[in-house]
């Protein structure tokens, strides 16, 4: 059974950092497809970034050109560089994997994945 696990939330002020950090155990990252989503109260899940097997991220608008992913292998761990944190990005944050049989498969709806963390909280104060 794959396990997602979540860390390195916390509160910063506008215009802050954080790193998010998703350990993984029972799988090899190079059968899947890896995705960090996030949802706050009210709203719907947003996928904000995916990294396919082919190790080329798509990120959704909201985040371009202020957060990056990154995996490390061997550490089986997948990260979230978040910076110039705004109010808006407060949220719980989750990681996601799915089994992917090509490379450049990848997709930022939460119905197409299989694997979830429990989620690591993010609050953003102006």
């Known amino acids: 059974q794959l396990q997602l696990v979540e860390s390195g939330g916390g509160s910063v002020q506008t215009g802050g950092s954080l790193r998010l950090s998703c350990a993984a155990s029972?799988?090899?990252?190079?059968?899947?497809?890896m995705a960090w989503f996030r949802q706050s109260p009210g709203k719907e899940r947003e996928g904000i970034v995916t990294?396919?097997?082919?190790?080329?991220?798509i990120y959704a608008d909201s985040v371009k050109g202020r957060f990056t992913i990154s995996k490390d292998n061997a550490k089986n761990t997948l990260y979230l560089q978040m910076n110039s944190l705004v109010p808006d990005d407060t949220a719980m944050y989750y990681c996601a994997a799915v089994r992917a049989s090509v490379g450049w498969w990848s997709s930022l709806r939460p119905v197409d994945y299989a694997y979830w963390g429990q989620g690591t909280q993010v609050t953003v104060s102006s």
């Open positions: 990294i396919p097997r082919n190790d080329i991220p």
């Open positions: 029972g799988y090899d990252y190079s059968s899947y497809c």
